[in-house]
């Protein structure tokens, strides 16, 4: 009897086996699977720019910009374990970067030191030395984001640029602004999407009126199409 229902067992596997495959042969591979984030760009009908910036302690990091020259810009900055694809991703009716271009802002996205952009130094390998890895979101701010910033504000000739971090993006931002507070006044304004740090002074405006941060559940739901 044991035999038998584990016959049945591999049988009913296999099966669930059989019609996925089936399922996954007849599914349209999306056309952005495998491209980069400038091959996304450029499919989607825009002008697209690669760059590399070299930071004081020797990474070399590759930046994206979906350039409009003359235009104020907007200095786009991923999240922990992400890339500038994040920005671009939904394509061009709901991404953020297609969405700050189309309303007349010249894009420069950042890649953080060891993303899949940023895999390189002026002398330290990531398959050959683990130094390559000896790093955290303090480098970052205190490294990558300054070397990019210089880097934009060198390339277009403007004095500030509109930052927009998400997640880690506002972490190793917070850095730069408290490690290097010179480079405030390089930013024009900086929005955090899901801000992530530890504040030990100063005061939270929105802590005093709590019915700011109400969350209206319904307006989310219609928003992504839960309701």
Known sequence: M??????????LGLLQVSCAFSVSNRAEVHP??????????????????THFVTTADGYVLQMHRIPQPGKPVAFLQHGSLSSSADWILMGPE?????????????????????????KNHTYLSTE???????????????????AMIDYVLEQTGETQVNYVGHSMG??????MGSEKPEYNAKIRQ??????????????????????????????????????
């Not at 044991?2 to 049988?11: H, Q, T, V």
């Not at 969405?99 to 993303?115: A, C, P, S």
Request: aromatic letters at 16%; a positive charge.
């Open 128 to 146: 050959s030395s683990s130094k390559f890895w000896e790093f955290t979101f303090h480098e970052m701010g205190i490294f990558d984001l300054p």
């Open 32 to 49: 952005d699977v495998g491209l980069s984030t400038p091959e996304m760009i450029a499919r989607r009908g825009y002008p697209v720019e």
């Open 190 to 227: 900086m929005h955090a999407l899901r801000p992530c740090g530890l504040h030990g002074k100063g005061q939270v405006t929105a802590a005093a009126h709590p019915r700011s941060l109400r969350l209206d559940v319904r307006v989310v739901e219609q928003r992504v199409g839960l309701w």
């Open 170 to 175: 506002t972490t190793a931002f917070w850095v």
């Open 94 to 118: 709901s991404s953020l970067a297609y969405f700050l271009f189309n309303n007349g802002y010249d894009i420069w996205m950042g890649n953080y030191r060891g993303n899949t952009y940023s």
């Open 2 to 11: 044991l035999k038998g229902f584990f016959a049945l067992c591999c049988c």
